[in-house]
C-alpha cells in the first residue's frame, strides 16, 4: 500500500528555517515523481516544489525561488524540503504527494497519493 507521511513542520519565526521531510511507503522514488503542496486557510492548495523521478529534475514555485530546495535520498525513500528565509505568508499546511510519473507537475489533480499535511507557522 502506497503511503507519505509528512513530518517537520513546526512554530519559527520570520527569517528562520524549517525541514519539512517525506518518507514514503509502498514504492520507490526512482519511477514517481513527488511534489510539496501547501494550502492556507481559505486558500486554495497551490505548488511549492517538485522532484521528478529517475534524474530527480527539481521545479520550484516562484514565490519560493531561492528560499526552498527540494531533494531526495532515494535509498531511505525520503524527500526533503529546505526552507529558508521563512516568511508569515509561508504559513500554511504543507503536504507532499505523489504520482507515478518521472515528471513534475505543479497541479494537485495531478497527484492521486497524498500525505496527512504537516503544520508550518511562521510567526514572531
Known amino acids: 500500500q502506497l503511503q507519505l507521511v509528512e513530518s517537520g513542520g513546526g512554530l519559527v519565526q520570520p527569517g528562520g528555517s524549517l525541514r519539512l521531510s517525506c518518507v514514503a511507503s509502498g514504492f520507490t522514488l526512482d519511477y514517481y515523481g513527488v511534489g510539496w503542496f501547501r494550502q492556507a486557510p481559505g486558500k486554495e492548495r497551490e505548488g511549492v516544489s517538485c522532484i521528478g523521478g529517475r534524474a530527480g529534475s527539481t521545479s520550484y514555485a516562484d514565490f519560493v525561488k531561492g528560499r526552498f530546495t527540494i531533494s531526495r535520498d532515494t535509498a531511505k525513500r525520503t524527500v526533503y524540503l529546505q526552507m529558508t528565509s521563512l516568511k508569515p505568508e509561508d504559513t500554511a499546511v504543507y503536504y507532499c504527494?505523489?504520482?507515478?510519473?518521472?515528471?513534475?507537475?505543479?497541479?494537485?489533480?495531478?497527484?492521486?497519493?497524498w500525505g496527512q499535511g504537516t503544520q508550518v507557522t511562521v510567526s514572531s
Open positions: 504527494a505523489a504520482r507515478l510519473d518521472y515528471y513534475c507537475s505543479g497541479s494537485p489533480r495531478d497527484f492521486p497519493y
